[in-house]
């Protein structure tokens, strides 16, 4: 157990629908990631927030959006969802979010219909 | 654009054999992170390199960084069957202080008793 959370474990929706996955990072960690980890794409960095700020930018889409809360957890907003975003969403913590062990939730499961 | 490739993909060895996962990344960068995924899991942190000529040692694993070949491998001595898994090497994406990172397409490697 990492200490990272995700919430919810498994979703369905259908294409079109809007979802918010969550994410609460280890106790003292300020660096949030979001990966997305798929058959065809593998696994993709999506975004990064420190202490509430965005720091950086991956391959994430514009129908994606994400935010860190001042309590430090995380939201990932997917939006307009079509079949492809079907995916495991990982978010993933650690202390700086500079050059140091990144710490992996387990992953929320998305299932587009 | 950074690309991280590793080989093989797939490996199926015996007990007790030494064999080495391989990992080449596309631009420069001296931070190099190898994780371990279980089917159906979430990743778990194994090595960071931090530096040319890293060299970290856990159990029957140990990692290596030369940061001018840009390569990193992944040496597993006399195999057992509990390291089955799938291996990711990955590297810094996004620099500049942030920490987003690129994957390699992982090593599905089995023991076989």
């Known amino acids: 157990d990492s200490g990272v959370t995700q919430t919810p474990k498994h979703l369905i929706t259908a294409t079109g629908q809007r979802v918010t996955l969550r994410c609460s990072p280890r106790?003292?960690?300020?660096?949030v990631y979001w990966y997305q980890q798929s058959l065809d794409q593998g696994l993709q960095f999506l975004i990064q927030?420190?202490?509430?700020?965005?720091?950086a930018k991956g391959n994430i889409l514009e129908r994606f959006s994400a935010q860190q809360f001042p309590d430090l957890h995380s939201e990932l907003n997917l939006s307009s969802l079509e079949l492809g975003d079907s995916a495991l969403y990982f978010c993933?913590?650690?202390?700086?979010?500079?050059?140091?062990?990144?710490?992996f939730g387990p992953g929320t499961r998305l299932l587009v219909l | 654009e950074l690309k991280v490739e590793q080989n093989p993909l797939f490996l199926s060895m015996q007990e007790g054999k030494n064999y080495t996962i391989y990992c080449n990344y596309s631009?420069?960068?001296?931070?190099l992170y190898w994780y371990r995924q279980d089917p159906g899991k979430s990743l778990e942190s194994l090595f960071v390199?931090?530096?040319?000529?890293a060299v970290k040692q856990e159990g029957r694993l140990m990692a290596s960084l030369d940061t001018k070949a840009r390569l990193s491998t992944l040496h597993i001595t006399a195999a057992v069957h509990d390291l089955s898994a799938t291996y990711f090497c990955?590297?810094?994406?996004?620099?500049?202080?942030?920490?987003?990172?690129?994957f390699g397409k992982g090593t599905h490697l089995i023991i076989q008793p």
């Open positions: 106790s003292g960690d300020l660096s």
């Open positions: 390199l931090l530096s040319n000529g």
């Open positions: 631009t420069t960068s001296d931070r």
């Open positions: 927030y420190y202490n509430g700020e965005e720091r």
């Open positions: 993933a913590s650690s202390v700086t979010g500079l050059a140091e062990t990144q710490y």
């Open positions: 990955a590297v810094d994406t996004t620099g500049g202080g942030a920490d987003g990172l690129t």
